[in-house]
């Protein structure tokens, strides 16, 4: 996809919660699409859209690759 998506700092849960779902949406995923993507279930998606606090690191990372963030992007809060 070669589109430029400016966002706010990735600086909370919920904003990156956030930020999954619309690449998600973007993607045209439903959360069970990206579950079977990043290799986790579709309730850590739903976790993790929903801004939980709790979701493990490799399954946020995980999340963000195989919605094509990658991990600058998400330090620096600029996804593109």
Do not use: H
Not at 48 to 76: M, S
């Amino acid at each position: 996809m070669d589109m430029e998506i400016v966002e706010t700092p990735v600086d909370t849960p919920e904003k990156f919660g956030q930020l999954i779902r619309m690449r998600r949406v973007i993607f045209d995923y439903t959360q069970e699409n990206l579950a079977e993507k990043a290799g986790v279930s579709r309730m850590a998606i739903k976790r993790l859209e929903a801004g939980n606090p709790n979701v493990r690191l490799d399954t946020a990372l995980k999340a963000a690759q195989a919605v094509g963030v990658p991990l600058p992007t998400i330090l620096e809060g600029n996804p593109k």
